[in-house]
């Protein structure tokens, strides 16, 4: 009987220990469940709103192009710094990296990025940008106001975080690849799962829309120089005419998409330059041209082709092509695809906070994002907020009309907030299934 009244007493003893050892670590990790999810309300709190509206507009006032947001990258470190926030930085230059939480897995990662664009703002405001020529006309600095406010309602809970959120401010969004110099940098380094919202004027204020896979385009450059024989304008025999083959060239082009490809599949080619030849009198010796694509499928095949059809189309005119896929070094982007899991729980974290109306389900569009290479390297959610009022007096993007609508940045920050707590949520609840059916 011995040997099985210390068996029992052994199994009563280790129940017992497993039993602090779990009620221990919950009570040092926190319970994720615990938090309530009224992130709108604390998002519109003066302390919230006021904190981002200050920073969006020095933002505004300083805007910064691609891997030159030095400015920008020191106001976010010091603003986390205020609330608490530790951070790795720099990564890709300027781009800023925090952490809210247990510092253990499961990551989960909220993106904003940092860039202007070069464009001289045409708004009269007390904000308006100082720096004459740049200007933040895609609402990037929104981003990182909604983002650093998502930063301090997290930090607020930060005892009851079940895993990390990762704040992922980046460079360089605009045409020059920052997310890609993110990712080869480590910031997805044991990231499970990254969010990212776009201001927008396109969407009524308050709606916030998305879609399960592809939602916008990947995009891809071309530069071709196409060389001849110059002369004489009227004595075109002694000439191989480089424009004649630029002609046919930009318009063989046309037909990658109208005959080789689905019609139901979206694709874009468009010849966007072309420049050549300064007098009536002269045949020049070259014509450079070029241009962009958009594809969501078969995008190498594309590129393939173009610099096929612009080789061979300059031979059939004697001429020679040299085809450039990346000029100025300009990276290609893949697809924005929105993983379908986490876009079921965009929708319903989306109709929790904001009414059962305010989630809209995107079409997808020929325009493009870095955050594709996020949602490319991890599963990822894109999404759109809209700003835009009665009015409809809000300029799209890239405008140099173009305004942020302030009384959105708790509508964003808010989403970070509930994205990112709804993941731990949803993942600690998996996890607690998952050991108790470990235990049976
Ligand atoms: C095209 O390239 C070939 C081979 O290099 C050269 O022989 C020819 O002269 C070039 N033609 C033109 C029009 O530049
Ligand atoms: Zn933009
Ligand atoms: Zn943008």
């Not at 604390?42 to 920073?55: C, G, L, N, Q, Y």
Request: hydrophobic share 40%; charged share 20%; glycine share 8%.
């Amino acid at each position: 009987m011995a040997p099985n009244n210390f068996f029992l007493w052994s199994l009563t003893f280790q129940l017992l220990l497993l039993l602090l050892v779990s009620s221990e670590s919950s009570w040092i990790a926190g319970d994720v469940t615990q938090i309530p999810m009224k992130f709108l309300e604390s998002a519109k709190s003066p302390e919230v709103f006021d904190w981002m509206v200050r920073i969006r507009r020095k933002i505004h006032e300083n805007p910064e192009l691609g891997y030159e947001e030095f400015e920008t990258s020191k106001l976010i470190r010091s603003e986390l710094d205020l609330i608490g926030v530790k951070y790795r930085s720099p990564v890709a230059i300027t781009g800023v990296i925090g952490y809210i939480g247990t510092g253990e897995p499961p990551f989960v990662a909220l993106r904003a990025d940092m860039d202007a664009l070069p464009i001289q703002e045409a708004v009269e405001w007390e904000h308006k940008s100082k720096i004459p020529g740049k200007m933040h006309a895609c609402g990037h600095d929104g981003h990182v106001a909604m983002l650093l406010g998502a930063a301090k309602m997290l930090q607020e809970h930060r005892h009851d975080l079940q895993g990390t959120v990762v704040l992922i401010f980046q460079p360089a969004e605009e045409g020059l690849a920052g997310a890609k110099k993110m990712i080869e940098e480590g910031a997805l380094k044991n990231v499970e799962a990254i969010f990212g919202l776009h201001l927008t004027n396109r969407f009524p204020f308050g709606k916030a829309a998305s879609c399960a896979g592809s939602m916008l385009a990947g995009s891809g450059f071309f530069e071709a120089v196409i060389t001849g024989k110059g002369g004489h304008a009227a004595i075109p025999q002694h000439t191989i005419d480089p424009v004649v083959a630029a002609s046919s060239i930009v318009l063989s082009l046309q037909h990658l998409v109208s005959r080789e490809t689905d019609p139901l599949d979206s694709k874009v080619v468009t010849v966007s330059k072309v420049h050549g030849g300064n007098a009536f009198n002269v045949i020049p010796d070259s014509v450079t041209i070029g241009g962009t694509i958009r594809a969501f499928t078969g995008f190498t095949q594309l590129e393939q082709r173009i610099k096929e059809v612009i080789t061979k189309q300059a031979t059939v005119h004697r001429c020679n092509a040299s085809v450039n896929l990346r000029p100025n070094g300009k990276e290609s982007l893949p697809p924005t695809v929105n993983n379908k899991d986490l876009y079921k729980q965009f929708k319903m974290v989306v109709r929790d906070l904001l009414g059962q109306e305010a989630f809209v389900e995107a079409a997808p569009v020929m325009g493009s994002e870095d955050f594709s290479y996020f949602a490319e390297a991890i599963p990822g959610h894109f999404s759109l907020l809209g700003m835009q009022d009665e009015t409809k007096g809000y300029a799209s993007s890239h405008s140099p009309h173009y305004r942020v609508n302030e009384d959105v940045l708790p509508y964003g920050a808010a989403i970070h907030v509930s994205m990112a707590v709804q993941y731990l949520k949803e993942k600690a609840s998996k996890d607690s299934v998952t050991s108790s059916h470990d235990e049976l």
